[in-house]
Protein backbone atom coordinates (compact mmCIF):
# COMPACT_ATOMS: atom_id res chain seq x y z
CA UNK A 1 0.00 0.00 0.00
CA UNK A 2 1.50 3.42 -1.03
CA UNK A 3 2.03 6.08 1.63
CA UNK A 4 -0.95 8.54 2.37
CA UNK A 5 0.50 11.43 2.58
CA UNK A 6 -0.04 15.24 1.11
CA UNK A 7 0.90 14.14 -2.18
CA UNK A 8 -1.65 11.29 -2.48
CA UNK A 9 -4.09 13.25 -0.81
CA UNK A 10 -3.61 16.24 -3.31
CA UNK A 11 -4.06 13.77 -6.12
CA UNK A 12 -6.92 12.45 -4.49
CA UNK A 13 -8.98 15.72 -4.04
CA UNK A 14 -7.91 16.52 -7.53
CA UNK A 15 -9.50 13.73 -9.11
CA UNK A 16 -12.91 14.35 -6.80
CA UNK A 17 -12.78 17.81 -8.31
CA UNK A 18 -12.21 16.14 -11.90
CA UNK A 19 -16.06 14.36 -11.41
CA UNK A 20 -17.19 17.23 -9.59
CA UNK A 21 -16.73 19.52 -12.82
CA UNK A 22 -17.69 16.97 -14.89
CA UNK A 23 -20.99 16.30 -13.03
CA UNK A 24 -21.17 19.86 -12.72
CA UNK A 25 -21.05 20.52 -16.98
CA UNK A 26 -23.93 18.28 -17.45
CA UNK A 27 -26.12 20.14 -14.63
CA UNK A 28 -25.67 23.75 -15.68
CA UNK A 29 -27.41 23.76 -19.37
CA UNK A 30 -30.24 21.73 -17.14
CA UNK A 31 -30.41 25.39 -14.90
CA UNK A 32 -30.15 27.84 -17.69
CA UNK A 33 -32.98 25.84 -19.23
CA UNK A 34 -34.93 26.41 -16.10
CA UNK A 35 -34.09 29.93 -15.32
CA UNK A 36 -36.55 32.47 -15.81
CA UNK A 37 -34.46 35.78 -15.69
CA UNK A 38 -32.39 36.51 -18.53
CA UNK A 39 -29.62 37.55 -16.65
CA UNK A 40 -29.35 34.17 -14.47
CA UNK A 41 -29.59 32.43 -17.54
CA UNK A 42 -26.81 34.26 -18.96
CA UNK A 43 -24.89 33.80 -15.38
CA UNK A 44 -25.39 29.68 -16.15
CA UNK A 45 -23.95 29.90 -19.32
CA UNK A 46 -21.25 31.12 -18.66
CA UNK A 47 -20.10 29.63 -16.49
CA UNK A 48 -20.60 26.68 -18.20
CA UNK A 49 -17.84 27.73 -20.75
CA UNK A 50 -16.01 28.70 -17.61
CA UNK A 51 -16.52 25.09 -16.22
CA UNK A 52 -15.10 23.64 -19.32
CA UNK A 53 -11.85 25.52 -19.02
CA UNK A 54 -11.95 24.35 -15.12
CA UNK A 55 -12.05 20.76 -16.61
CA UNK A 56 -8.85 21.55 -19.16
CA UNK A 57 -6.75 23.48 -16.09
CA UNK A 58 -7.66 19.93 -13.84
CA UNK A 59 -5.86 17.96 -16.82
CA UNK A 60 -2.80 20.27 -16.67
CA UNK A 61 -2.44 20.01 -13.50
CA UNK A 62 -2.89 16.10 -13.61
CA UNK A 63 0.01 16.32 -16.26
CA UNK A 64 2.33 17.99 -14.33
CA UNK A 65 1.93 15.32 -11.15
CA UNK A 66 2.67 12.39 -14.07
CA UNK A 67 -1.24 11.30 -13.55
CA UNK A 68 -3.71 10.39 -16.25
CA UNK A 69 -6.62 12.42 -15.41
CA UNK A 70 -8.94 10.07 -14.01
CA UNK A 71 -12.11 10.49 -12.24
CA UNK A 72 -12.70 9.51 -8.55
CA UNK A 73 -16.59 9.67 -7.19
CA UNK A 74 -17.43 13.02 -4.57
CA UNK A 75 -20.27 11.91 -2.62
CA UNK A 76 -20.46 15.71 -1.24
CA UNK A 77 -20.78 17.35 -4.93
CA UNK A 78 -23.48 14.02 -5.36
CA UNK A 79 -25.38 15.27 -2.42
CA UNK A 80 -25.31 18.91 -3.29
CA UNK A 81 -26.28 18.11 -6.86
CA UNK A 82 -28.98 15.85 -5.96
CA UNK A 83 -30.75 18.01 -3.80
CA UNK A 84 -30.47 20.88 -6.11
CA UNK A 85 -32.61 18.71 -8.53
CA UNK A 86 -34.98 18.30 -5.77
CA UNK A 87 -35.41 22.05 -5.79
CA UNK A 88 -35.70 22.47 -9.03
CA UNK A 89 -38.26 20.00 -9.13
CA UNK A 90 -40.31 21.36 -5.87
CA UNK A 91 -39.74 24.86 -6.85
CA UNK A 92 -40.33 24.78 -11.27
CA UNK A 93 -42.64 27.18 -12.56
CA UNK A 94 -42.77 29.11 -8.94
CA UNK A 95 -42.29 32.81 -7.98
CA UNK A 96 -39.17 31.53 -5.71
CA UNK A 97 -38.06 29.43 -8.82
CA UNK A 98 -35.34 31.32 -9.37
CA UNK A 99 -34.21 31.95 -5.56
CA UNK A 100 -33.97 28.52 -5.70
CA UNK A 101 -31.98 27.49 -8.66
CA UNK A 102 -29.47 30.64 -7.03
CA UNK A 103 -29.27 28.64 -3.78
CA UNK A 104 -28.57 25.39 -5.42
CA UNK A 105 -26.08 26.79 -7.35
CA UNK A 106 -24.15 28.97 -4.63
CA UNK A 107 -24.03 25.44 -2.75
CA UNK A 108 -21.78 23.93 -5.37
CA UNK A 109 -20.05 27.35 -5.71
CA UNK A 110 -19.16 27.33 -2.16
CA UNK A 111 -17.70 23.66 -2.23
CA UNK A 112 -15.85 24.24 -5.19
CA UNK A 113 -14.00 27.73 -3.24
CA UNK A 114 -13.11 25.69 -0.31
CA UNK A 115 -11.92 22.59 -2.49
CA UNK A 116 -9.81 24.81 -4.87
CA UNK A 117 -8.53 26.63 -2.10
CA UNK A 118 -6.95 24.03 -0.05
CA UNK A 119 -5.61 22.32 -3.56
CA UNK A 120 -4.45 25.40 -4.28
CA UNK A 121 -2.52 25.71 -1.05
CA UNK A 122 -1.06 22.14 -1.36
CA UNK A 123 0.10 22.34 -5.20
CA UNK A 124 2.31 25.41 -3.02
CA UNK A 125 3.45 23.56 -0.62
CA UNK A 126 4.35 20.93 -3.20
CA UNK A 127 6.38 23.01 -5.47
CA UNK A 128 4.07 22.95 -8.14
CA UNK A 129 3.80 26.75 -8.69
CA UNK A 130 2.16 26.32 -12.17
CA UNK A 131 -0.28 24.06 -10.67
CA UNK A 132 -1.30 26.60 -7.92
CA UNK A 133 -2.06 29.34 -10.43
CA UNK A 134 -4.02 26.95 -12.47
CA UNK A 135 -6.24 26.43 -8.98
CA UNK A 136 -5.99 29.86 -8.22
CA UNK A 137 -7.44 30.91 -11.79
CA UNK A 138 -10.30 28.25 -11.47
CA UNK A 139 -10.69 29.52 -7.96
CA UNK A 140 -10.52 33.57 -8.85
CA UNK A 141 -13.62 32.11 -11.31
CA UNK A 142 -15.44 30.29 -8.77
CA UNK A 143 -15.50 33.17 -6.14
CA UNK A 144 -16.81 35.73 -8.73
CA UNK A 145 -19.86 33.21 -10.38
CA UNK A 146 -20.77 33.59 -6.55
CA UNK A 147 -20.66 37.25 -6.08
CA UNK A 148 -22.87 37.43 -9.57
CA UNK A 149 -25.51 34.98 -7.86
CA UNK A 150 -25.65 36.91 -4.73
CA UNK A 151 -26.02 40.01 -6.95
CA UNK A 152 -28.69 38.18 -9.09
CA UNK A 153 -30.55 36.86 -6.13
CA UNK A 154 -30.28 40.18 -4.48
CA UNK A 155 -31.73 42.48 -7.17
CA UNK A 156 -34.37 40.52 -8.70
CA UNK A 157 -34.71 36.66 -7.53
CA UNK A 158 -35.18 36.68 -3.50
CA UNK A 159 -37.58 40.00 -3.97
CA UNK A 160 -39.62 38.17 -6.65
CA UNK A 161 -39.98 35.22 -4.39
CA UNK A 162 -40.48 36.97 -1.20
CA UNK A 163 -43.65 38.56 -3.52
CA UNK A 164 -45.38 35.65 -2.77
CA UNK A 165 -45.16 35.43 0.86
CA UNK A 166 -47.06 38.01 1.21
Not at 96 to 102: E, F, H, K, N, Q
Not at 124 to 134: E, I, K, Q, V
Request: aromatic share 6%.
Amino acid sequence: MAEKNLETLFHDTLRDMYYAERHILKTLPKLEGAAASDELKAAFAQHHTETEGQVERLEKVFTMIDKTPRSKRCPAIDGILTEGDEHLKEYEGSVAADASLIASAQAVEHYEITRYGTLRRWAAMLGLRDGADLLSETLEEESRTDELLTKIAEAEANAKAAQGAR
